[in-house]
């Protein structure tokens, strides 16, 4: 097996009595595109620039190759950075915007003019060389700051939030440069975001961050499809959690949830966190796993509160008949004669569903 290209070792990062980053562990592959997602204030931008050399951690270290970089001064770890904000250089054309790190590290005339066209042609701005900052729109700039920032060769990218400022179809459109980037370049990049869409879109893995700790680390089919804690079940594709009345443990780590109807949902996996905890126990599953009955099948007996049509797909609100509320959502076609204020029964897939404690 080959050695991780970059290690994040029992980090910690304190601010006072407050632990912004607390043991996060993470080792990340040459060339991999590794997201961190989480809510504001999980630790993932701390942890993020103690990579970059841009926040002394309190304890743990960042390894590159093998190699600590804590004692190597952020402006030598070599290491490509976009922010959300574009932070170009407004009295310089673009030309000099990405030749400048070029010439701190004294490259030469001809080869700073090869390699920054170079970089034009990667993030499609040919012939914006002679323009300033001011007359670019702000998806060209943020294209322009990652040019800067790889026009070294880094053998790291960090970003931070680096679409956060763009609108949602500007947003879109960058998305598909920095994946098309990421696979013509190779570069190993983390991207630190709070969109689970935008995360999912662009990574290779993703680590959810939560209250300075990493939560589960995986693709985002795993996920999504055997979320490890119900932090992440909830913050990785929309969710609805039911109370559960009682479970009735099974092998295998599956249970038996008896819901507060009555309505039995057995075989249901039975996170392992759960299995030896006491107490109330609730039922996740996702809008799209849940369906109407058919004849003669059982199911959960709910009231169909609102119905949303958007398209090709409907949204349910149901209420459950002791008041929980959850979504559901499948292609209008099948919602046939399900309106606002009737009674029906849904039922879903066991292996569509996860039982989590209280």
Avoid at 20 to 44: M, Y
Avoid at 45 to 52: D, E
Avoid at 108 to 114: G, N
Avoid at 188 to 214: C, K, M
């Amino acid at each position: 097996m080959n050695e991780p290209f970059l290690t994040i070792q029992d980090l910690r990062k304190s601010f006072g009595e407050v632990a912004a980053v607390d043991g996060v562990t993470l080792q990340v592959r040459k060339g991999e595109f590794l997201s961190f997602l989480g809510p504001s204030g999980s630790g993932k931008s701390t942890t993020l620039y103690a990579v970059a050399g841009l926040d002394m951690p309190t304890a743990g270290d960042v390894l590159l190759d093998g190699k600590s970089m804590l004692a190597t001064p952020p402006h030598k770890r070599n290491i490509g950075m976009v922010f959300q904000r574009y932070t170009l250089f407004p009295h310089l054309r673009v030309f000099e915007n990405i030749a400048f790190p070029l010439r701190v590290r004294g490259w030469a005339e001809k080869d700073i003019t090869r390699r920054v066209e170079e970089m034009l042609s990667l993030v499609r701005l040919e012939g914006f060389a002679g323009r300033m900052p001011a007359q670019l729109s702000g998806g060209q700039q943020q294209r322009v700051a990652l040019a800067r920032a790889l026009a070294y060769d880094p053998p790291v990218l960090l970003m931070d939030e680096p679409l956060a400022a763009l609108d949602k179809k500007l947003r879109d459109e960058i998305q598909v440069e920095i994946r098309r980037i990421h696979q013509t370049t190779g570069v190993t990049i983390l991207y630190v975001t709070h969109d689970q869409e935008e995360a999912l879109r662009l990574s290779d893995r993703i680590a959810v961050f939560n209250r300075g700790r990493i939560e589960q680390v995986g693709t985002g089919r795993e996920l999504y499809g055997n979320p490890a804690t119900r932090f992440v079940a909830g913050f990785v594709g929309d969710s609805s959690f039911l109370q559960a009345a009682s479970i009735e443990p099974q092998p295998g780590g599956r249970a038996s949830a008896i819901m507060p109807d009555g309505t039995r949902f057995a075989d249901v996996p039975l996170h392992a966190s759960s299995r030896e905890a006491e107490g109330r126990y609730e039922l996740m599953v996702r809008p799209q796993a849940i369906r109407f009955v058919r004849e003669g099948e059982l199911g959960l007996a709910v009231t169909i509160k609102d119905v949303t049509f958007l398209g090709d797909t409907v949204s349910a609100l149901l209420a459950t008949a002791w008041g929980q509320e959850l979504w559901l959502r499948m292609p209008a076609q099948e919602i046939g004669a399900h309106a606002a204020g009737q009674q029906a029964r849904v039922t879903w897939r066991a292996e569509d569903c996860h039982l989590f404690p209280a």
